[in-house]
């Protein structure tokens, strides 16, 4: 009978959890900051569904696609985005940029595109620091495939960093194939602050609620992952030495002026990296009782610490003894230097011992 008791006290709140969780799932996510109102994830989608660039730039500052709602200079409407492409070597860095206004840009995301030597393209997607903080990098995810072949896998297992991750190589995006095709020419946007195409016209933003709605299903799929770590930081830093920012960005951030996308209301954060190994997890593989070496490591450290100020504290005495030594060494050489002016004296007065013999001689 108590068998039977706790097997329904159990069934009945696992039935009332489900709707629970499905709610949170349903529940919009926010970083608190400018770049909630642009979805990398459905950049990259786009990205990868375009066959050119300005095809591309044209799709994320499409009405109809609901993609852009960025309104950095916060003038109550849309602000076109421009897209940049730079070059080195087999790296592409294919920039998302912002004219605030005549005179200050703002640079929103970038997209890394990177051939390795064995020819696979790996690509990612990186959020300016101004607009998504520290480290907001989407990439394809090794879950799934892309590609409309269903006989190609897609996706390889790569060693990298020390640790293994699902990369999804690129090379048969369409977009990728123009990158690295001969006749390819670096493409940047002839559009400027009050000189846009003919097809814009920009629109008033969307409240994030509703603009989370569009782009829910993004949140819950394996086609893109959050990855917490650039995969070429020596490409990127080719990028960030031409990097834009606009201090009127910086400033509407820290007095809070974008805040009124969210109309008062606070959402959760949404969560981190999404990699089944990090950076942080090395430490656990390479020894053998995780749990024992995190205690014993930190221990050590902190007793070593701890010690040093004290033998440290002991060195400052060395020189109070060198003073006395350095003493000595201002006062012999005022000795020996008194001394030696007296020498030429003497030397002097030995030719006048010697005039009166020679005078007794020749006498």
């Known amino acids: 009978m108590k068998k039977l008791i706790l097997s329904f006290v159990f069934l009945t709140t696992c039935l009332l959890s489900f709707p629970v969780f499905s709610q949170i799932e349903n529940e919009p996510v926010a970083l608190g900051l400018p770049g909630d109102n642009l979805n990398l994830y459905a950049v990259l989608d786009v990205f990868q569904k375009s066959k050119t660039l300005e095809e591309f730039e044209r799709a994320i500052n499409s009405k109809d696609r609901n993609i852009n709602n960025l309104d950095l200079n916060n003038d109550n409407f849309i602000d076109y985005i421009r897209v940049i492409s730079y070059r080195d070597g087999d790296s592409y860095s294919i920039v998302l940029r912002v004219a605030i206004n005549r005179l200050e840009d703002q640079d929103v995301a970038v997209i890394e595109v990177n051939k390795n030597r064995f020819g696979k393209v790996v690509i990612q997607i990186i959020g300016d620091e101004e607009l998504y903080g520290n ?17 190609y896998l897609g996706y390889e297992r790569m060693y990298a960093g020390n640790y293994w991750n699902g990369v999804l190589y690129v090379n048969d995006w369409t977009i990728i194939i123009n990158l690295f095709s001969p006749s390819f020419v670096i493409y940047i946007s002839p559009w400027r602050w009050d000189y846009y195409p003919s097809y814009w016209r920009p629109w008033s933003p969307i409240y994030y609620y509703n603009y989370w709605g569009y782009h829910r299903h993004y949140y819950r799929n394996y086609y893109y992952r959050r990855v917490g770590y650039v995969r070429y930081p020596l490409a990127y830093s080719y990028y960030y030495s031409r990097r834009t920012s606009s201090p009127i960005v910086r400033r509407n951030r820290v007095n809070d002026t974008y805040r009124g996308t969210y109309q008062g209301r606070n959402f959760r954060r949404p969560e981190g990296t999404v990699l089944p190994r990090t950076r942080q997890a090395i430490p656990r593989t390479r020894s053998g009782n995780p749990p024992a070496t995190r205690q014993e490591f930190p221990e050590t450290r902190t007793r070593t610490r701890q010690a040093l100020p004290e033998t440290r504290s ?15 060494r201002q006062r012999t050489p005022s000795t020996t230097r008194s001394v030696q002016p007296n020498a030429p004296m003497n030397r002097q007065s030995a030719p006048r011992t010697n005039n009166p013999s020679r005078t007794r001689d020749r006498n």
Do not use: F, H, K, M
């Open 135 to 151: 480290d907001y990098i989407v990439e394809p995810s090794a879950g799934d495939t892309l590609t409309p072949n269903p006989g």
């Open 314 to 328: 002991v060195r400052p005495n060395e020189p109070t003894r060198r003073q006395p030594i350095e003493g000595t």
